[in-house]
C-alpha cells in the first residue's frame, strides 16, 4: 500500500466537508431524518469508529460529554435529537454551504498523517464560523484514508 500523501489528505479534507454540507443541505430540505441518514453513512465514509475508538473533541461540546470515542456521541454531535447527549444542538445541521481549510502544517509517516490549520464555514445566509482544527488520519486496507483523530477548537480570543 502507498505511503499517504498530500493530495490524499486534501481531498480527505474536502470530503469531511462535503459530507456536513450534504447533512445540512439534507436537513434544510428534508428534515432530521435525511440529515441522519446523510450522516449516517459520512460517519461510516470519512471516520474509522469500524477501526476502534475515534479521538473526537468536537468544537463546541463540553461538560461529561467533550470527548466523543463512539459513533453514537459523533453523530449526536452532527445531528443533535438524541436524549443521551442533551447539549447537542446538531453543528451539521446549521445550514452550512462551504467548507474550506488553510493548512498551518502537516505530517505523514506512511499510514498515518496529521493535519492542523483552519477551517472556514459559510453558512446560507453569508455567516463564516472559523474554527482551528486537528485532523490524524489512518489508510485503511482499501486504501482510503479515515479519520482517528478529530480535534476542533474556537480560535484563541485574547480578553
Known sequence: MSEITETELA???IDWGDALIAISIAFDTEGIEAATEIANRALDAVYDYEFGPVLFKPTMAGGEHTFRTTREGALSYFVGHNPDFPQDLGFGLRSWRDVT??????????????????????????????????????KDASGTLRIVLHH????????
Open 101 to 138: 481549510s488553510e493548512t498551518a502544517a502537516s505530517f505523514m509517516d506512511g499510514q498515518v498523517a496529521m493535519w492542523m490549520g483552519s477551517v472556514t464555514f459559510l453558512d446560507k445566509d453569508g455567516d463564516i464560523t472559523i474554527v482551528d482544527k486537528s485532523w490524524g488520519y489512518r
Open 152 to 159: 476542533s477548537s474556537l480560535p484563541y480570543q485574547p480578553a
Open 11 to 13: 481531498t480527505a479534507r
